[in-house]
Structure formats: C-alpha cells, structure tokens
C-alpha cells in the first residue's frame, strides 16, 4: 500500500518496514555488545513504542526484563508540550541499567521529563533507544545511545505510531501529505 488514508488525513509511505527492520536488528547488536552481563531493563515509553520494542527485543539474545511506562504529550498532529504521567514505573530500578525505548524522539521534552524523573530512583545508567528522531525539532538536548533512524520534521503514522489513536497497525511508515 502507497497511501494511507488516517481519519480526515492522507499519508504516504516513507519507510519500508524491511528498511525499519534492517536498522531495528543494528541497533539490537548495539545493545547486546554494550549490555553484555548487565541483564538491563528495558522501559518502552507506551502507546507507540509497542511494536518497536518487540521487534527489538527479540532480536536482543541477553537476559533483560521489561516494564512499560505510559506518558503523554500529544494531541493529534501536535505535541502540547504539557507531559502527563499516565501509568508509571512500579518496579525498583536502583542499580539497574535502564534502557528507555521509544518510537520517535522529536522536541524532547517527554524524553527529558522522563530520564529526570528515573535518575531520581538512583539507576546504574539509563541510556536511550529511538526508533526515530527528529533532529531539527528537538528544542531540549537528549542523550541518545541508540537511534535506528533520523527523519525530517514531518508528521508520521504507523509502526506504532497514531494519528489520534489510528494508524499504528500498518507495518511501513508513512509520511502526512495533506
């Protein structure tokens, strides 16, 4: 499928999901080789990074354990900039290595509220994992150990990804063309 029709929106396909799963697996390698012996715990941010973060976890062969978080920011194409915690962390994280994964990085607010909110638990590291950034829209540093792809500041569905809650299931990723 070429296009995509989202509610009142037309998307276009701007990632295979071959080409999604080939930079999943490097990133995957990445972690392995960097956690080795340290059996992480790996913290996908809720509702988008779902697919993401099971692609990438079975490509990761070390012992880790997984515990989602749910925070929020957005409302339907734009980020409202007001973070809300919706479901959070119930396990103790003091000494662990923690790995956020999240689908897409773009202003960084939501990344930044959420890296300051578990240093507070006193974790050994917490590193990051993107499936996407957007580099031209981030308005806070972020220290991003893993990023699978840089994307222009364009609005996308798909792969987990939602416009207002629809669009996640497809797996390419699609680009907003009006």
């Known amino acids: 499928m070429k296009e ?9 396909v701007s990632i295979p999901e ?5 930079e999943i697996r490097r990133v995957a390698d990445e972690i392995t080789k960097d956690m080795q ?5 790996f913290m996908p ?3 988008g990074s779902f697919i993401f973060a099971a692609d990438l976890l079975r490509e990761i062969p070390i012992p880790c354990e997984v515990s989602f978080i749910k925070l929020a920011s957005y409302q339907g194409t734009q980020s ?3 973070i809300r ?17 999240e689908d897409i990085i773009d202003s960084g607010l939501t990344m930044a509220h959420m890296i300051d909110t578990l240093q507070r638990q006193n974790p050994a590291s917490i590193s990051v ?15 991003i150990a893993y990023c699978c ?3 222009p500041n364009d609005f996308i569905v798909g792969f987990g990804l939602d416009y207002d809650g629809f669009g996640r299931n497809t797996r390419d990723i699609y680009t907003l063309i009006s």
Request: with cysteine.
């Open 129 to 143: 994992c993107s499936m996407l950034v957007k580099p031209d829209a981030l308005k806070v540093k972020v220290p």
């Open 37 to 41: 012996g340290k059996e992480p715990l």
């Open 45 to 47: 941010v809720l509702n």
């Open 18 to 22: 071959a080409e999604l799963q080939k």
């Open 80 to 82: 409202t900039g007001e």
């Open 85 to 101: 915690e919706v479901i959070g962390l119930t396990q103790d994280i003091t000494g662990r290595h923690v790995i956020i994964v």
């Open 4 to 12: 995509l029709q989202v509610k009142d929106k037309r998307f276009a």
């Open 149 to 151: 792809m840089e994307i």
